[in-house]
């Protein structure tokens, strides 16, 4: 190909460039409206459900936590998320009395928890 | 209890904290529950430590499985407890119970800010399995012997082809043993109770003082 011919592809319109025009425009129109909706969105983005939910759970943290201590509020919400447990929860200073017996259902008959520990350390986990 | 005097922090084991959940169907409930009346009475903080809780739902676990294969009667074969060992139903039973229960007991205790504390990002020192080593190349258990007993009906048998009646086994503290204790000191308590006569071979050469309840 001459030197000309290179000259003219440039200065004659093509089919490409047609599509490049269309598609700067489009990109433009785009920009436009993100830049429009970002105005409009952003103020109410502190109403919004996530943002809600976030802001329920650090005040849930902040109150409750305040209670326990926030070390160990944090370890103990670590400790219920990993068993599914309700992030919402309250100090109950009678828990420790609740437990005795709490999962007395687990077995119908006359157990030796010590005994059984004591294998499991001797023979079968270990 | 004077008020400037300072907060025991006590190490539960796994058994003492899983006897107390059992509740009176636990032989040693009783000698359990001493240690959590002992704790409200003096506002003690039971340290609650990961092990121990990995320890106890594995522990409940086996309780479960123990309650279903008593549960059935006398004379069932092998080929009937592999069928049920194979089953996904029993899987998903003794799974779900044993969760469900677990759950409950750690729901109880995230709930008691006065009286249970929990691990919150301890960093453990390497060398505590060096030093457990140097501790058992110390110390020498002892034999013991058992009577053959069946495990479904416990009455003692001895075996119908050789008419052997009991079996010697070596009988000692051991890596999970050491382990609950290493982590008792790392957590700072300044007591560790358990029920478990074994450790009473150990009181006064580890740091922390150990209770063996009787």
């Known amino acids: 190909m001459s030197s000309l011919n290179c000259k003219l592809d440039s200065l004659v319109p093509q089919p490409s460039s047609f599509l490049q025009i269309m598609a700067n425009f489009g990109q433009l129109i785009g920009n436009l409206l993100n830049d429009v909706y970002g105005k409009i969105t952003k103020p109410l983005e502190q109403f919004s459900i996530g943002s809600m939910f976030i802001q329920t759970e650090e005040i849930q943290r902040q109150v409750l936590g305040g209670s326990f201590g926030t070390e160990t509020f944090n370890s103990r919400l670590n400790l219920r998320a990993i068993l599914g ?5 309250e100090d109950n200073p009678k828990a420790i009395e609740q437990l005795s017996g ?3 259902r687990a077995t119908n008959r006359k157990t030796n928890v010590t005994r059984l520990i004591r294998n499991m350390r001797d023979y079968d986990g270990y | 209890m004077g008020t400037n005097q300072p907060v025991e922090k006590v190490y539960i084991d796994t058994n003492i904290l899983v ?9 040693d409930y009783l000698r359990a529950k001493n240690v959590f009346d002992q704790a409200i009475r003096e506002n003690h903080i039971i340290m609650v430590s990961n092990f121990m809780l990995t320890e106890a739902l594995n522990t409940l676990r086996n309780v479960i499985t123990e309650d279903k294969y ?7 074969t092998q080929t009937a407890l592999i069928a049920m060992a194979d089953s996904v139903e029993f899987k998903k039973v003794v799974a779900e119970e044993s969760m469900t229960s677990f759950s409950n007991v750690v729901d109880l205790m995230t709930k008691d800010a006065q009286h249970f504390k929990f691990e919150e990002n301890t960093k453990y020192d390497g060398v505590i399995f060096q030093n457990f080593l140097a501790l058992l190349s110390g110390l ?8 053959f007993r069946c495990d479904k009906c416990e009455q003692y048998n001895p075996c119908q082809t050789c008419k052997t009646s009991s079996s010697i086994a070596y009988k000692a503290i051991n890596a999970p043993d050491l382990l609950h204790v290493q982590i008792a000191q790392t957590l700072g308590c300044t007591k560790f109770v358990t029920m478990d006569k074994g450790f009473g071979a150990i009181d006064g050469i580890v740091q922390i003082p150990i209770t063996v309840l009787q």
Do not use: E, M
């Open chain 1, 85 to 89: 447990l309700s992030a919402s929860f």
């Open chain 2, 19 to 27: 006897s107390y959940a059992l509740g009176p169907n636990d032989d």
């Open chain 2, 140 to 147: 020498f258990g002892i034999f013991r012997v058992y009577r």
């Open chain 1, 102 to 104: 709490s999962v007395k």
């Open chain 2, 70 to 76: 008593q549960s059935l009667v006398h004379g069932v």
